[in-house]
């Protein structure tokens, strides 16, 4: 028997990692068994890419500790650097917490930050959404926090399965589902959107009647890419334009690219006006969510495309490798960057409708999951391949 | 049909590391289409620990950049903000150098520092010593090395098939032997020691008749059993002296724990003042390779034991986890941290002399096939996992 | 004799240091006895802030090092990383091109990073710019600066005698005049802006007729008041849009609070759609100095109003606190940052017209004294204070 | 009336700096209007050097934070990277723990880290122990730290004045007289050691009966003349052998040279086995000042001798340049660093015997003295120089 409660220490760097976690973050919170040590890091802290510290403070959570470390250049350069820093500080900051373990959440550049502070501090390390498959820099930073990890609590059958095909002890790997899956849940039983996105969120450009019909984009830079981000984008944009559909579309994360992104979209507000699109920077997690339920179809390259809108039935045009070989269900439709093409797909997409809902992300219930096995599992920092 | 050399930028972070690489450093300097940047960082640079910068220059390489990045504590907290230095130093020097692919050794817990830097700049990384396997933070840092790297020039036949299994592309891992085996091959022919040790090294401790025989030993702390260091440290240390044999002995590399055992080695010699060790820092390659070759046995923990000794028919009284599952020939004898266990089969060794020399790492031509990989394989900087 | 050139290291860390150097930058390049090593650094490489590279690269120069260090999020917080960040990465620079001396530039925070990367490290460093007064972190940076500095070139009397009070050896302190004044001095002959703004440098916002007169902005957020840099923006804002005169502008600074000044500048333009006002990133130095030469007034908190402004006779509405006690000649008119008095001062400069030129910050020779000292003084880096 | 206790921030990053604050950090730790939060970072942390959180922990003080920053090498490039990482990593730990003042201690090179931390986050910066002169890279560091600073707590007269003549507001420089007075007036009333050296501290070395007479050395390497440290300290280490005279011998603090002083005494040991030296590595601060208070004499470079010593009446032979014009008492004599001088004047100081007390650093209340003064002055973070 354990005479005491273990600390849980997880690292959320961005605020589209946040709403990934929060239900697993919720259950660790009023576990018995579990504290939270919730630390706030990277973009999360930026009001440039929509301050999540707001969000999670009113959703109940305190926070541990905040760390700044995101460098100015969104270049390959910066995105490095960024994670050197990552590294020194969350070392200082889990060093001074003492937690009993860390979960580092996905694939996200500096998520490799949290999994070397921990494992070399010889403090187990959980991550979580591993085992899954995509390009850009993602595909290495995942499969190498796999290698750092002691736990893996992972998303999909398909997830298990890789992991334990990379040589992890088959007990440590567990498919709990995915704890985004479990905000689905909470609004899959709305019939429509309830709020008015322009009158809560604000967001700038042209307002529009969305009530009849709209689609949603979202859009990031490819990091193996990221000189191209400018023209990728662009793509869409005129994309878009030339569809002349109602259109609520989110700027990028921060990454090597996202000033290219950025940069194509305010260029082309400025010469082009187009007047089909409004621009927002964030929303809370259940609110993106409505959004995407209610929407015709999301455009672009976001994971939630193949992750939450599986579970939701929304049609999804997915553009370009940054998803690539990403466990999907029959929602998505795989396009490349090219104009035309997005054009045509979302058309259809609008047209036929909503899709079947699947469970290959799980079935809504992974924060309970996740914080069961937190406070249950052994906990180890030592581990050699089984192979 | 390229136009011209391809830079290649090889990171050396230890005076361990400078030997193993050797053969490789001299084969890419001369190959005319390459050019080779150095990078000297890490306890490398640092006195303590035996400054490599005058070897490496006496051995006709010239320094591209020096970077110093040890933080001091030796223990698990400093050596991940060692790392995390690393990662935001050696970003800059790449930055500013532009290397065509750049070179990270083994599993040391700071190369993961040089594999960031290079993987999240979209320089393609070549990782050499990969798909072994061990104990401690070695073993995580090595398989996520792996992970972030784009080719695999591996040491053995064993190490191969593992990366092959870890969702590697077989035609970027490689085989090439081990570069430290190439050094072996070049004194293995020499048949009795032609240096005389306190001449030429200095050193600290008692002088002793080595001609008759004497047993080396070299054992590093174990970073996930740290705080055990001078404890397993002193298990050695009484063994070695009742065993009442000459000895020389080498200080341990920087790392978790070395702290506690270059403190456990300095307060026996202050208690006990033992008549039969003589202690070193540190030697040059060759002459650390002649006086293994020439002695009855190595003891300790080191990988040198396994590698090395495995072509030079040395045998090796291999102490504790450190070197867990890697790949050993005939010659490893396996014991725990045992004081009394470590006296007979040290005894043993000596009685039963050399064992046959086998290839396992190779037959002395990694250098050169390193070499020419580097100069004709295609490099890119994108990958995705096989299965 | 000196048998060798001596190596002179200038880090340049904004692109409005750049302006300030350039002439000495040049000198430096020509002079026979020196040799110039640039280090490129800070916002200087952003191009968010108008990366100031190309400018520097078509100038003729070549760049030795290049630093990306910038933490985002525009607060004290991040400056004082940025800060950490930028004396980590310049010892390292610096240590790699073992320069004979390094100049540091002036006040801004960031400057402090060379002054200690070079003090420490036992280099001559040299400090351009010193003995000023102002207000904001600034003034303690810019203190701080001399006190590490062994050579300090004065950019005025007043200056050189404030540096001698510090405690400073009179005769390492020398009054060369500004650089920043040879640039205006090269100018200051031109009868008419002989380049189209909007044409070279596009930009963004309202078109209008500036032959027939205009104004400049340039307004950065006071890092001591940063939580109110958009509430002072907004009075600038509204002031110029009321004042109705045609108006260029440009985005302020890398500092705490740049992004309340910005973000108040974009919300003003989305809600405001201001018809006089267009927006300017970034200028050629040359150009800049043009621009202020030929407009009716510069309004905002530039150094250059005190500065370049005096030499070119422009009248300037000094807004707010930023430049307090600097030294000033009878063409700045200084005024709160109240939205009626910014008008009112800004009609009554227009119809005033300009001024005589003064010489208080030199007569346009800086850079050729500057390299000329720093080729023949004696240079040392150990000094006591005076009393 | 303040309506909350204040946050006092004070940061010790060496195990000689604690003595020097022991009696305020208690005096704010039972002020009922102050709350202190001790962050122990740099060497203070180090086992190396004297591990000083055992003491700290002992005397009953709570941490609010560690930071190891100490990077290996011992040379001035170190030294500066170590500040950089103190500046990032002190800055994040002010951030988290929000203190109301900051206190940053003397003129230590790492302490700039602390005053930029603070500074640059508008936190209003108290630094003790200002306004006095020495040789080395401390001379520039305390007087950058004064720039840096808001509140100035000196420990002399004649400090007081040089702090005003800085440009420093009167009203903000105060002479509390200094801390390490106090813990010398604890134990000043003390007839003889009470304790045996041998016993208490171990350390290493030859065994003397001290209780006939002994000497104290204390020798810190200059970091503007690292490179001689070895020499220098060899001057003494003959000297000292010479003389044959008991005498207690304390290991350099960690700075540039250090690894060469250490070096020296190592080697000296291990060739000359000197049978009057014995060596300790620390000390508890009041054990050491009764040490101090019995000896015969101190002899080495250590600021105590010019402080605590001038209160104890102790004679000291102050080697070298590294105390320069430090504010002396009758007690200290200066002499070159040469054998012969040491061995001269030594024996004189034994023969001559103890001087009359000296308050010239005040009279032993300095602790209570600055907790008041924290509780009650005006705290602000920005300032101009009166001049």
Known sequence: MRDSTRKIC???????????????LKAIK????????????GSALLDRYGNAVDF?????????????MVLEGENPTTMAKTTGIGVLELTNVFYNLKPDAVVTIADRFETIATSIAAAYQNIPLVHVQGGEVTGSIDEKVRHANT???????????DARERVVKLGENPEKVINTGCPSIDLAREIAGEKELLFDPFEKYGGVGAKFDWKKGYIVVMQHPVTTEYKDAKKHILETLHAIKKLDYPTFWFWPNVDAGSDGTSN?????????????MHFFKNMEPLDFLRLLKNSKALVGNSSAGLRECSYLGTPVINIGIR?????????????????????????????????????????????????????????????????
Chains 1, 2, 3, 4 share one sequence.
């Open 147 to 157: 290698k750092l990890a002691d736990i893996h609590l992972v998303s999909s059958e």
């Open 264 to 276: 194509g979209i305010r260029s082309f507000r400025e010469l082009e006006n187009p007047q089909n």
């Open 56 to 68: 999670i403070e009113k959703d109940g959570f305190s926070i541990a500790a905040k760390v700044f």
């Open 323 to 387: 998803q690539n070989r990403r466990l999907r269900w029959q929602n998505v439709k795989d396009v490349p960057s090219d104009c035309q093409k997005i054009i045509e797909e979302t058309k259809k997409a609008i047209e036929n409708g909503y899709f079947d809902k699947s469970d290959i992300y799980g079935n809504g219930n992974a924060g309970n999951k996740i914080a069961n096995i937190l406070a249950e599992t052994e906990l180890s920092f030592s581990k050699t391949i089984t192979y």
């Open 30 to 41: 009023e576990h018995p068994g579990l504290e939270l040590q919730l630390v706030i890091a």
């Open 10 to 24: 997880v690292v959320v760097t961005a605020r589209p990692s946040y709403s990934r976690i929060k239900s697993a």
